[in-house]
């Protein structure tokens, strides 16, 4: 049950972000009118308008959520700050609110990050897989190395098992074609 709230609360968090951003981008004017009223550049419309986008499909896939959760954080505690910070005013308290709660979940999610059913869950198992593969191949080569030190492994057909270097260590030699 953890593994599917975490997974909507995943992408519910998203949401919010894709849709403003796709918003943005639609509205570039509005947005830089909106813009330009805090102090900032218009210009600033387009670049805000795909960081929200991009930062909201990265959350939602669970790829680099813990980069793009505190990125989100940060942008959610700055638009509380420059835009809504007139708390006399009842709704622009109200969207303070929300964006301090928004940036709580991100925070959450920061945290909490390695979830299923997300890109770094499925990264992070495949590194364990190799690590795992790799571990056992050495483990394997050593047990080899060891046998072939004692002289209990003997060699497979078509090989030879001398000491070449003079180390102590017995070394396979696979013979050539017509017997060269």
Known sequence: MNVIAAFVGRILLSII??????SKLFDSE????????????PSLALPTGIFEL????AIALGFMTRLFAILLAGFCLLTALMFHNEFTDPMQ????????????????LFAHSQMRWSYDSMRLERKAEIARRDADARVHDAEVRAA???????AAPGTT????????????RRRRWFGF
């Not at 308290?93 to 959450?108: E, T, V, Y």
């Not at 072939?148 to 003997?154: T, Y």
């Not at 070449?164 to 070394?171: A, K, L, Q």
């Open 161 to 172: 098992v001398t000491d070449v270097d003079g180390d102590g260590r017995p070394e396979v």
């Open 93 to 108: 308290a109200a969207m303070a609110m929300k964006n301090l709660a928004i940036a709580g979940g991100l925070l959450c």
């Open 148 to 154: 072939r030190a004692e002289g209990r492994v003997a």
């Open 17 to 22: 972000f894709i849709v403003s951003g796709a």
């Open 30 to 41: 509005g947005t830089g009118a909106m813009l330009a009223s805090a102090g900032l550049s």
């Open 54 to 57: 991009v930062a909201g499909l």
